[in-house]
Nanobody, 120 residues
Framework: QVQLVESGGGLVQPGGSLRLSCAAS????????MAWYRQAPGKERELVAA???????NYADSVKGRFTISRSNAKNTVSLQMNSLKPEDTAVYYC??????????????WGQGTQVTVSS
């Protein structure tokens, strides 16, 4: 079983910055993809940014140039640096990882979510 613990959400003014972090623990052999999703009230969950084990990244058009995803393969962590935040970035942000356990089984795990509120 793989657990994800997120941190770093909060309230920030428009134009401000936040950094989200997510740490994976448990019976992990290797993590392949790591990603951040978000879900705003009344909307579907959407992909914000993803990063492969090799460091390839992709971003939602709405956050390109403002958000940066990074990871540490050694520490099984992923971070999301969010700059120039806008009110429309307000949402619950979820960490997601996919990989293989020590027993050779594939896993896909979600974090519990962390609230990001952008408001003056």
């Amino acid at each position: 079983q793989v657990q994800l613990v997120e941190s770093g959400g909060g309230l920030v003014q428009p134009g401000g910055s936040l950094r989200l972090s997510c740490a994976a623990s448990g019976s992990i052999f290797r993590i392949y993809a790591m990603a951040w999703y978000r879900q705003a009230p009344g909307k579907e969950r959407e992909l914000v940014a993803a990063i492969s084990r090799g460091g390839s990244t992709n971003y939602a058009d709405s956050v390109k140039g403002r958000f940066t995803i990074s990871r540490s393969n050694a520490k099984n962590t992923v971070s999301l640096q969010m700059n120039s935040l806008k009110p429309e970035d307000t949402a619950v942000y979820y960490c997601n990882t996919r990989g293989a356990t020590m027993k050779g089984a594939d896993f896909a795990s979600w974090g519990q979510g962390t609230q990001v509120t952008v408001s003056s």
